[in-house]
């Protein structure tokens, strides 16, 4: 049941780009150029937008879940792979340092994270 004071709207892909620009923003520390965190926030708000939009539709009981950016979306490996996949695109020679720095981790666990995947992935 969904009472008329709780707000169910799922809130604009702009509250969704500016929430990820914010939480990369503080991880990137300025030290690469805001161009890129723009960029790749834009990229998130995108999916993120659309995937919590069909989430809405297949999981209507979780409607409310999926009306709001969680933080802790940004912190799982599809994330990551995507943050990987578009600093390979964007920065290339330096993707390894911007993806450590986004990541939490420094360049030699980047590295040995990023190896997992690949294995992962490898396996299907």
Do not use: W
Request: hydrophobic letters at 30%; one cysteine or more.
């Amino acid at each position: 049941m969904i009472f008329k004071y709780q707000n169910t709207d799922i809130d604009s892909k702009e509250d969704f780009y500016e929430k990820i620009k914010e939480y990369y923003s503080e991880k990137n520390q300025e030290k690469f150029s805001l161009e890129y965190i723009e960029k790749l926030s834009s990229e998130l708000a995108n999916y993120f937008y659309n995937q919590y939009a069909d989430f809405r539709k297949m999981y209507p009981k979780s409607i409310k879940r999926y009306s709001k950016l969680k933080i802790e979306d940004l912190e799982n490996p599809i994330t990551h792979d995507f943050v990987i996949h578009f600093s390979k695109e964007n920065i290339d020679d330096k993707y390894v340092e911007f993806c450590s720095l986004l990541l939490g981790i420094n360049e030699k666990e980047f590295l040995e994270y990023e190896q997992k995947r690949n294995s992962f992935k490898e396996m299907f």
